[in-house]
């Protein structure tokens, strides 16, 4: 009977010891990227692995910093990490191999014209053309990250009325190797996306070159192509679908024809006609598409646009 307490006790202190371990790594990891960024940032969940010497973290979202909308600037829905256990006895980080799944890049320019990503702490590192010295940092080495990067979003409310919203489907994956601070990961992290989107002229980019980020890449497979639309199912009825996209594009540009019967609007959205239009999948389920052209050129950026204002008004 003794020998059962014992045994009892003994899982329960294990189960607590696994928790207290996991909350504190956690809480470590947002800690450092609040440091190193300036916006504050949240870990959802984390597990730690000394068998598999693994690491899974969810849920990592890191918040637009002072001054702009209370947002998601990076949506990390999951990463995963193998390591060396052995390292972080020396207080060393070293991860042999890094997979992110990026969901979402929120590039945000506030009425003052300025942008979230150039609002950074990192961003101050390169100022006037001449690199800050950072703060010491906790000694870091990556051997290899694979970055997958679903998407841009862009809203600039520095013009007047209702804010611009474009939407970069990027669908891009890549590798690097030999990371070896949380500064060149962060930046990694936020530049790469914003680079395969076209965006131009961020001070983030000169971080990343200051950083060494620029030169890393090993591998990259691009999936998007040039297509004018943006797609999606949603649980709705194809009415309630047809009276989100109408107010919608009412907020957006000017709705030039309504065709509620046939599930089609047409209407102008930052100088590209765009048309919205539904399918009917079940009683419960209704397919929006929104294309959009502009001189005749796609501009799939704006039909996501529309498509992202449209799911907002869904949820």
Sequence with gaps: MQKI???VLAVILLFGFCLVRDFLIKSLVGTIATSVTGAPTNVGGLSLSIIRQ????????MYN??????????????????????????????????????????LVKNKEGKLNVDSLKISAEKSGGKEKKPAKELSMRIDIVTLGMGRVVSKDYSVE?????????INLKKSYKNITSAHQLTALIISEPLKAAGVRGLKMYGVSMLT???????AAALTFGGKDYAQA?????PDRAYDAGLEVL????????????????????????????????????????????KYMFPEPEIAGGVLYQVLDKLQ
């Design 5 to 7: 307490k014992i045994i």
């Design 54 to 61: 693994s690491v899974k973290i969810s849920n990592l979202k």
């Design 250 to 293: 009412k907020q957006m540009g000017t709705v030039r024809n309504e065709d509620k019967a046939g599930g089609t609007i047409n209407a102008e959205v930052n100088g590209a006609k765009v048309t919205f239009k539904l399918k009917k999948i079940n009683d419960t389920t209704t397919e929006i598409t929104v294309s959009a052209r």
């Design 212 to 218: 060494g980020v620029a030169a890393l890449p090993v």
């Design 233 to 237: 199912s949603f649980k709705v009825t």
């Design 65 to 106: 910093p002072k001054g702009f909308p209370k947002d998601v600037l990076v949506d990390i829905p999951r990463m995963g990490a193998t390591c060396n256990i052995g390292a972080f006895i020396t207080g060393k980080i070293h991860l042999r191999q890094l997979n992110l799944e990026i969901k979402e890049i929120g």
């Design 161 to 169: 009325g209702q804010p611009v919203v474009k939407v970069y489907d």
